[in-house]
């Protein structure tokens, strides 16, 4: 029984450890955990978010204000992409008799 107790207490230690990480979100400066809000990485640089609202905020901003020669091929590619992908759930969609 003495073991099944030391495992809780180290995963309870590596969990406080891990919540102890705060992040400030880039958008509106709120602060939240590791574990929560969203974090991604662009050009080599982390970005902070502590909701999708804020995310959606700056990456609509950033998207707005990029050059069009810069960004037109990939817009292409991603929308191409999520295009066949509809057309296949609609394949997928109908009824097979």
Not at 8 to 20: G, T
Not at 49 to 76: M, Q, R, W
Request: glycine content about 4%.
């Amino acid at each position: 029984m003495k073991a099944t107790f030391t495992v809780i207490f180290k995963n309870l230690n590596s969990a406080i450890k891990v919540m102890e990480e705060k992040y400030v979100c880039l958008t509106c400066g709120k602060t939240f955990y590791s574990g929560q809000g969203i974090i991604l990485t662009v050009a080599d640089r982390k970005l902070y978010f502590h909701s999708k609202a804020c995310a959606y905020k700056f990456l609509k901003e950033v998207i707005l204000n990029v050059d069009k020669d810069c960004i037109s091929s990939t817009v292409k590619d991603v929308y191409k992409k999520y295009e066949d992908l509809a057309k296949k759930r609609e394949e997928n969609a109908k009824k097979k008799i």
